[in-house]
């Protein structure tokens, strides 16, 4: 009698998509300095509309930087299609990162929020993402819950300071 392995169930393979997109350097990097954008540009943006914008397309910017950084280190072992390939996965997290974020910037232009009340949501919104990471992160290393919450606030909390270190530098 042979034994059958059960696959994952739905909940496990919308984790799993989830870790692969979220829980990496890439994604991280990426909500920090979208942050950042959004922050600069509410310096100069008369509008919600366009800090969104102005913010999306630097990431997008820095996204394809990033790739061809990957595919051009990448290019020399594995050929320049999969190079790309490996590139845009490793760098996507960038961009899926940035989701919650550009969402609250959606919800201040479909509300018609003030720029500072929408880019106070798109700093809500990253605080909320780093401090689910940094809980995670904490759990998967076997701390209690009052060591994960309290991971999951430092790791939040570093993240504003390294925004607000990226803001004073320019």
Known sequence: MSATVAGPTPWQRVKA???VRFRSPSAIYGLIVFTTFVTLADDEAH????VLLNSTSTLIVFFIAHVFAHTLTDHGDHGFRASTR???RHAAGMLY?????ILALAF???TGQTVLDAVDNCITAMFVV???LGYH???RRGYRVFGRIMGALATSFLGIVIVILEVAVH
Not at 47 to 50: F, G, I, P, Q, R
Request: avoid cysteine; aromatic fraction near 8%.
């Open 97 to 101: 990162a940035s989701v919650p974020s």
């Open 17 to 19: 998509w989830l870790d």
């Open 47 to 50: 509008d919600v509309a366009e």
């Open 108 to 110: 201040g232009i479909a």
């Open 130 to 132: 780093l401090a689910i």
């Open 137 to 139: 992160a904490f759990r």
């Open 86 to 88: 490996n590139a845009v």
